[in-house]
C-alpha cells in the first residue's frame, strides 16, 4: 500500500492499494468518535461495494445507514442534496459521526457538499471507486453540486478526514468510464511528468499510475487549495472541456471532452508559438491510445459563447493552461475579448 499525507486546512492520507474496501471501518473507527456511519452511494456502486463497505464498518462498531441515488450527473442537483440532509437528520446522525462518498465524482462531490453544511460540517471519507474520482476529484476537497445554469456552481472546499483508494474497484468499471480517468492520467502526464505521459504509450501499473497522480495533486493542492493560483494548472483541457460539455448535454463524457479541451489547447498553443507541432502530435497520439476523442462537431461559436459564461472566469479574466512541451504547462490570462483567437 502506498499512503500520501496532504498538508491542507485539514491533514489527511491518501492511501491507495489493493483490497483496501474491507479496511474502511477500521480505519473510520480511528478518525471519528461516533459511531454512525451513513454510505452514500449511488445504484451502481451500491450493488457492487456497499455489502463490504457495510460490513467493514459494523464490525468496527458503526451503526449504518445507506443512502442511495440514481447514477449518472443529474443526481448532483439542488434537489438530491437536501434529500441527502433531510436523511441524515432523520438518521439523527450527529456531529460526531461520519458520511461515507462510495462511487466515483458525482458521489464524492455530493457528499463532501453535504459534509460541509451538514450540521456545520461533519467528518467524511472518500472511497473513490472510478479512476477519475483516485486521481482527482476525491483528493483536494472541492465538493460541490450543479445548478441548473451550470456544473459545480454551488460547493464548498471541504477536505476530507481520509481517502481510500481501493484499486481492485477499477476492475469492475466499464470501459468508457475508466477511459474518462484516463483523460485526467494524461493531463498530468502533460502537466508535470514527463515518465508518467512516456509510461501512458507502454504496459503501466495501475497502482503505479494513481500513486504518482495523487501526489502531483497533493503537491498541488498543498501549495494553492484555494484555486487562486497553481491549483488552476488542473484545468488543463477544461475551459474549452466545460464549455463543450455544457453544450453536449451531458451526452459527451467529462473525460472525452477535456481529451477534446486537451487537443483544442495543444493545437492553439502551436498556432500561438508556446509549443511545437510534434509536442501537439505526441499529445494528439497518446489521447487516442486511450480512444479519447481530439475533435467535436460543436461549432466554434457555440464552444466559444459557452467559454465566456465559465465559472472559471474570473471578471473580465480568463486563464488559459497551456503546454509548452509534455511535462510542462503555463498560466496564461487571457481577456475574454481574446478568446476566440484560442479557439481554432
Ligand atoms: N479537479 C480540479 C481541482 O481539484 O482543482
Known amino acids: 500500500m502506498n499512503t500520501i499525507h496532504v498538508s491542507a ?4 492520507d491518501v492511501k491507495i492499494g489493493h483490497g483496501l ?19 452514500v452511494s449511488d445504484d451502481s456502486v451500491a450493488a457492487l461495494y456497499e455489502k463490504t463497505a457495510r460490513a467493514s464498518l459494523e464490525a468496527a462498531g458503526f451503526s449504518v445507514f445507506t443512502y442511495v441515488f440514481p447514477h449518472g450527473e443529474q443526481s448532483k442537483s439542488g434537489e438530491n442534496f437536501l434529500m441527502l440532509l433531510r436523511f441524515l437528520a432523520q438518521s439523527h446522525l450527529t456531529r460526531a459521526d461520519l458520511l461515507v ?18 450540521l456545520r460540517g461533519i467528518a467524511y471519507i472518500q472511497v473513490p471507486t472510478t479512476l477519475l474520482a483516485m486521481v482527482d476529484s476525491s483528493v483536494g476537497g472541492k465538493t460541490a453540486i450543479d445548478l441548473p445554469e451550470g456544473k459545480n456552481l454551488c460547493g464548498a472546499f471541504y477536505q476530507p478526514y481520509l481517502v481510500l483508494c481501493d484499486i481492485d474497484a477499477l476492475s469492475t468499471l466499464p470501459g468508457e468510464i475508466f477511459r474518462d480517468g484516463c483523460a485526467e492520467v494524461i493531463k498530468y502526464g502533460v502537466l508535470g511528468s514527463r515518465p508518467l505521459f512516456d509510461a501512458l504509450k507502454g504496459d503501466y501499473d495501475l497502482m503505479e499510475v494513481v500513486t504518482r497522480c495523487v501526489q502531483m495533486k497533493r503537491d498541488i493542492v498543498e501549495e494553492d487549495e484555494f484555486d487562486n493560483g497553481a491549483r488552476q494548472l488542473l484545468n488543463l483541457g477544461h475551459t474549452l472541456g466545460h464549455a463543450i460539455e455544457a453544450n453536449s448535454d451531458l451526452t459527451l463524457s467529462h473525460g472525452q471532452c477535456v481529451a477534446i479541451g486537451m487537443a483544442k489547447i495543444a493545437e492553439a498553443a502551436v498556432k500561438h508559438h508556446i509549443c511545437s507541432a510534434q509536442t501537439r502530435d505526441e499529445i494528439l497520439e497518446v489521447l487516442q491510445k486511450f480512444g479519447l476523442p481530439t475533435e467535436t462537431d460543436q ?21 488559459l493552461i497551456v503546454p509548452q512541451k509534455v511535462g510542462e504547462c503555463i498560466l496564461h490570462p487571457i481577456s475574454i475579448e481574446e478568446l476566440p483567437d484560442w479557439l481554432l
Open 21 to 39: 474496501l474491507p479496511t474502511l471501518g477500521a480505519e473510520a473507527a480511528k478518525l471519528c468518535k461516533g459511531r454512525t456511519a451513513c454510505i
Open 9 to 12: 486546512s485539514r491533514g489527511y
Open 299 to 319: 461549432s466554434r461559436e457555440s464552444i466559444l459563447a459557452t467559454a465566456l459564461g465559465d465559472k472559471k472566469r474570473r471578471s473580465n479574466t480568463l486563464t
Open 101 to 118: 462518498a462510495l462511487g466515483g465524482g458525482v458521489t464524492g462531490d455530493l457528499t463532501g457538499f453535504a459534509a460541509s453544511c451538514y
